[in-house]
């Protein structure tokens, strides 16, 4: 290549490795036939949007750039509210309250910057998921667009040229198909032909909220997989005709999978049976603070450890519950006995709230042979999908690359991750890795590497409580460690 490459990141929120078959999406399975298709690659924990549109952005765990769920409380933002790291004012005023630091390693937008590289972000999602990944897009001038709130977009006059020429934003709807083609029409009619960003993101809401509402196994989720294979297919064809196929490499994933929910459980109401007030903050008197979904994390009044332990205690012995962490123990164990450690996870961040749990999952079948559900805490159906814990079928991801930087026909069976898309891209562009990078460098995918990455090394990890043998399964590459499943017996 005489020049630098261009790099496109397609994700496709929510896809399920073995829900993209041939038959639904011909072109992604064509892409990943004929580039580098990683078998074994993995989301961070937990597995929600939020924290892997981070954990991609920063090529960094939640334990280093804090960002630790989709919704929490973080009473250095709001001392009376949830922060939600998808909202453009959330994002604005936690940037405030850091020092510009909200994502406490460099997001790749910062590192490219000081070279000179620019960089766009679009979303059929929301806007503040869009700034979440590059948090100075407004103030670097970089395209940054999200489609749910999109007013808060940057730069606006870019914006709303975008939005008037390919416009108006459709109606978010399941599935989302206009706006996911008018999300590629932006990015192919308009922003790669006047702007050309070095760096794109390209970020799918489906099949993620079809997931949501109508669940894995759900008639309504063909269609929705086809939209995005379609829209990927344009692109491949605009690759194909732009001028630009020596350089442009394209890395296409999706952030997390989903399982079903099967019964929904009000946290909250059943603590207070017990005597435990759980509140959103501690203003209104709470013991407790902060987000119990599907994985929860809530936050001790004061730190202190009776009420924390009388927590897990309760906790441990709900039928609904299954894995629990807590802090400061020795990387395994948590600080209470028969948790485990947030180190464990990876989520070792001092914002990370003191207890955190999984509701209880399984490995039922649905549909066409679609495993996994859960009990679940939530605004969707049961029956519907949802995601944010340990399962294998939530942490097992779609992964592919293509380009001349990549080689050609390969399927790699080496461990990867979301973690590892940003350290690939910087050491391509010749960039130094900001210190706190978790990825590595997927050298077993890039052509003018023949070596292969160090030999893999799966542990598992045990911890009983009340009868209720936790673990958890793991696998290190060098100094990297991917979450490969937890689960509880």
Excluded at 165 to 172: D, R
């Amino acid at each position: 290549m005489s020049k630098h490459p261009l790099f496109l990141i397609v994700v496709f929120d929510a896809l399920r490795p073995d829900m993209a078959t041939p038959e639904l999406m011909p072109n992604l399975n064509r892409f990943m036939a004929e580039g580098v298709n990683f078998k074994n690659a993995r989301a961070v924990f937990p597995t929600s949007t939020r924290t892997n549109a981070a954990a991609l952005a920063t090529g960094s765990t939640p334990r280093r750039n804090g960002i630790i769920q989709n919704k929490y409380f973080d009473p250095n933002v709001f001392p009376d509210r949830i922060f939600k790291p998808f909202k453009t004012p959330d994002i604005e005023a936690a940037m405030a309250v850091y020092d510009g630091k909200l994502l406490s390693t460099p997001p790749l937008g910062d590192t490219v910057a000081g070279a000179g590289y620019s960089m766009a972000t679009v979303l059929s999602g929301s806007c503040g998921t869009a700034r979440l990944m590059d948090p100075n897009a407004r103030e670097r001038g970089r395209i940054n667009l999200g489609f749910i709130d999109w007013e808060d977009s940057c730069p606006s006059d870019v914006v709303r040229k975008l939005v008037e020429t390919h416009g108006p934003i459709p109606e978010s709807v399941r599935p989302n198909i206009e706006a996911i083609r008018v999300q590629t029409d932006m990015v192919i009619g308009s922003i790669y032909p006047e702007h050309q960003p070095d760096i794109t993101v390209l970020w799918f809401s489906e099949p993620d909220q079809t997931h949501h509402y109508h669940g894995v196994g759900s008639d309504k989720m063909a269609p929705a997989i086809r939209c995005v294979d379609n829209q990927f297919g344009r692109i491949l064809e605009w690759r194909r005709l732009s001028g630009l196929e020596d350089r442009l490499q394209i890395i296409a994933l999706s952030d997390h999978g989903h399982i079903t929910a099967r019964e929904r459980i009000d946290v909250n109401a059943e603590a207070a049976k017990a005597g435990l007030v759980i509140g959103e903050h501690f203003a209104d008197g709470a013991d407790y603070a902060g987000y119990t979904s599907y994985s929860g994390s809530l936050r001790v009044r004061d730190r202190d450890p009776k009420r924390m332990a009388a927590l897990v205690d309760w906790l441990s012995h709900q039928p609904w519950c299954g894995m629990i962490f807590t802090p400061g123990g020795n990387g395994i164990e948590g600080c209470i006995p028969g948790t485990l450690d947030h180190a464990s996870v990876l989520m070792d961040h001092p914002r990370t709230p003191e207890v955190f749990y999984i509701m209880r999952n399984d490995d039922a079948v649905f549909g066409d042979g679609i495993v996994g559900s859960t009990f679940y805490n939530g605004p969707y159906p049961a029956g519907g999908g949802t995601h944010g814990g340990l399962h294998e079928k939530e942490l097992q991801i779609v992964m592919a690359a293509q380009g001349t930087m990549f080689k050609a026909g390969q399927e790699s069976c080496h461990p990867a991750g979301i973690i590892d898309i940003t350290p690939t891209i910087l050491h391509a562009l010749r960039l130094e890795q900001p210190k706190g990078s978790d990825g590595r460098v997927l050298t077993e995918a890039l052509a003018d590497y023949d070596e292969g990455p160090p030999a893999a090394e799966t542990e598992v990890h045990t911890v009983e409580r009340n009868g209720a043998v936790q673990h958890l399964k793991f696998t290190r590459v060098g100094s990297t460690t991917y979450l490969d499943a937890g689960w509880v017996e």
